[in-house]
């Protein structure tokens, strides 16, 4: 096991669009990639690499996290760092390609394509049972007959629709048949298909602000007008968005938690809202991305499960209880609109791949998807709650911690008069992600404030760790 | 091993949509997929079922055939037939559960989901190297990491990438670099990601008449006008398309093998389209999707092979040279184009699995890819051979078969008056593929024709006795 001293790292580049943590994690990343680095080979230490570099401890610790959260290093206590020695290079040659695009997405960027501390949209990485998905994908691709080889039903695979119409029963309260679920590539994929099947160009829809600001871009690329209904407490205000759009084709809400201010819409507003929908024929889209993720009591059932007149849409992804690298999610449409989008469907779809949907058909069959749900529910409000204290211990003196019900992330409320844009940007800078929750206002103003997504932060430890590097920026 | 006796099949509905080779086969799928018959039974022979459903023996045979081709039963000769002894059933039955949108499309489909004798579209589906396919799933599901659990990166894995520019470089004699290429989950996806980044709403498109139905149906959705252009030998007469159109902003066309006349675009015309593209700063988009299947010599080189002033773009798919069901296809842009088409699939894709994307890139760098082609060119060319006289030697009297260097269906011309409609729709009934040339074109016009994929009939047997059932219904 030679080690790889630290005079052999390739000299950084301090004029390069990467940050220096970037820098240091891609010359690993190549040298593990080329061979150069071999699975066992000692790598220097953080304080080694320090030194020799004259950078701060951080930037190395950074890179050394990110190598380690995505597996090809570990940490061997006294006997250093080393190669991940289970690493087969053959296989990982994917991951391990320098990816230049990587580098470009400085900006805001609401599909994040790398791993940073917080980072946004991303369930536990650590914690996905990786060896029982690898069992089901190893089956499921010697099981593979002709006829999977064939384009995929274009609505979505039947066992993939009935297992989904099961546990949807089951979890969430909704009582649909698998011909109303529609598996969807992700969630823009969703969107289109409702707006080609329900809506027009011209068409108001109601969309909550703060909201999830891509939805807003795709609704405009359908040159579907958004209108920004105010929230408060008690989610989406309802009366608000009758004065200002009542004639609106759709509304467009987060009943879970709302995205991203966490708050469940309430009863009263969920009843006006079907009212609403059901008086002027108009449609109501129920974005369900989290809501299995609630910590205090259990999940709330869906906004769904009251539509008695057919006038709800219910849209869930498998990005957040599995993970987005899979890109499938669903629809569920009313009984009466099923033809009207198995038309669309037809038209704009070929189908989404045969083998990713039958390893997530026997994920959920054989009971693995609940126990993930379940185990994460647990863990995930260990680790909001942790999180939330090392993060509070270091910065209280500057910030607040929303206290909500569920959801992936917290909301870091800046006191006094700092930016959260100014900051979530030096953040960035310095290899930690987050966003500003101005940027996902309409105009871009209201209360400042971080949204940090702790799912992948294992101690309240790292968060105070993580804690220290955000203070330097205050 | 029981057997299952022919009376105790339920009965068939003759008032049904789908025709009675379709009943009788999802009766046995079903019974299969509920348990009620296991690997090893025995089931009825096709004459003793003939007998006790008192129907033609054609009909009993073309689902038993078809529920061979799909792997649910197996011939073992004096032993009878029986269902398939190494049939897993847990996984399976995402194939076997019942598909009751099948049976609406009986009318005509250009992306048909079931497999069906000619089905146009399909790759030999019994020739695929499954288990070499099997190998690489298993081992790619072990190898994943928490880095290809996240969104893949939306252009495209670079490892598939770099895999995809290689193999054109070697096959095609197109020289691109990795990040000219944008995989995509498909034919639309490609066409909508140069609709959105080089065409406007209102723009004009050369288009081969006949031609591949769905593409104009694709452009009519972005509300880009499809100008048709006629073929003649040499492919699309660029002459007359400039008379039509001279300032349309591209030209579709399938430079390979015409799709669906399946003759070459002449070297003359090729230049004479890039001539044009470089005078008016107009796009080629050449669609490759089968160039590789060409029996009489080698492969042509692409059009994009000539390409000097960066006008061409060209789109590939692993659907015919792997199989439609992974959903991948992908597309080279001129290297100026690069940046446009990183904005554009940046706003509109979230990116194809990773899985699928990684099973390919190995498939191709481990030189399975290579081998299959290889494998296919010849088997093809067998296939095809035996098809055109097994069918000649029977309707030798009323169709004749056109010649042509290359592609995955023949040409039957009809001799007469014989409407290629009303023979394409006869053959449906009885469970035979077909689809009408005058379909494929413009004004529903012009010589009468039947496209019949032959990569799927195994011998000129067997296309003899389809050719026995296609002349009763002349």
New interface residues.
């Given amino acids: 096991m030679p080690a790889v001293k630290p005079e052999n790292i390739p000299p950084l580049d301090p004029t390069a669009a990467a940050p220096f943590y970037r820098q240091i994690y891609d010359r690993f990343r190549d040298a593990i990639a080329s061979g150069m680095l071999k699975p066992g080979d000692r790598i220097p230490s953080a304080r080694a690499l320090t030194k020799e570099l004259g950078l701060a401890r951080g930037t190395i610790e950074t890179a050394y996290s990110l190598l380690a959260?995505?597996?090809y290093i570990q940490a061997h206590g006294q006997a250093g760092t080393v190669v991940s020695p289970n690493l087969?290079p053959?296989?990982?040659?994917?991951?391990l390609?320098?990816?230049?695009?990587?580098l470009r997405k400085d900006a805001v960027s609401f599909?994040?394509?790398?791993?940073l501390p917080f980072q946004m949209g991303?369930p536990a990485?650590?914690a996905?049972p990786?060896k029982i998905?690898?069992r089901?994908?190893?089956?499921?691709?010697?099981?593979?007959?002709?006829?999977?080889?064939?384009?995929?039903?274009?609505?979505g695979?039947?066992?993939?629709r009935?297992e989904i119409a099961r546990y949807l029963q089951v979890s969430r309260g909704i009582n649909c048949s698998p011909?109303q679920v529609f598996v969807t590539?992700?969630?823009?994929q969703t969107m289109e298909w409702i707006g080609h099947a329900l809506l027009k160009a011209g068409d108001r829809v109601w969309l909550e602000d703060p909201g999830y600001p891509p939805t807003r871009?795709i609704f405009e690329?359908m040159h579907i007008e958004g209108v920004s209904v105010p929230v408060d407490g008690e989610g989406m205000v309802v009366s608000d968005a009758v004065k200002l759009a009542p004639r609106a084709r759709a509304a467009l809400v987060t009943p879970a938690h709302q995205s991203p201010l966490c708050m469940s819409l309430s009863l009263t507003r969920r009843l006006a809202l079907l009212d609403w929908a059901a008086r002027n024929k108009a449609w109501i889209i129920e974005d369900d991305y989290d809501g299995e993720y609630r910590y205090v009591s259990r999940p709330l059932p869906a906004l769904k499960s009251l539509d008695r007149d057919g006038r709800a849409l219910y849209a869930g992804t498998f990005s957040k209880v599995l993970?987005?690298?899979?890109?499938?999610a669903y629809l569920v449409v009313p009984e009466a609109q099923v033809e009207r989008f198995?038309r669309v469907t037809e038209?704009?779809?070929?189908?989404?791949?045969?083998?990713?949907?039958?390893?997530v058909?026997?994920f959920i069959?054989e009971g693995h998807f609940a126990r993930h749900i379940q185990r994460m529910r647990k863990l995930y409000a260990e680790r909001r709650a942790a999180t939330a204290a090392g993060l509070e211990s270091v910065l209280g003196k500057y910030v607040r911690t929303d206290s909500q019900p569920g959801g992936m992330h917290l909301i870091l409320r800046l006191r006094g008069n700092r930016s959260d844009r100014r900051l979530a940007a030096s953040m960035r800078e310095q290899g930690l992600y987050a966003e500003a929750l101005t940027n996902w206002t309409t105009r871009g103003d209201g209360a400042s404030a971080l949204l940090l997504n702790f799912t992948n932060i294992d101690s309240r430890h790292t968060a105070e760790n993580f804690g220290r590097r955000i203070l330097r920026l205050m």
């Fill in positions: 959260a995505e597996g087969t053959r296989m990982s040659i994917a991951s390609t320098p990816q230049p695009e990587l599909r994040p394509d790398s791993i991303l990485l650590d996905f990786r998905w690898a089901l994908g190893a089956r499921c691709a010697r099981a593979m007959q002709p006829s999977d080889m064939i384009h995929p039903p274009v609505y695979l039947p066992s993939l009935t011909s590539s992700g969630y823009r871009e690329y993970f987005p690298g899979m890109r499938l198995e038209s704009l779809s070929a189908g989404s791949p045969g083998l990713t949907q039958t390893i058909a026997a069959a």
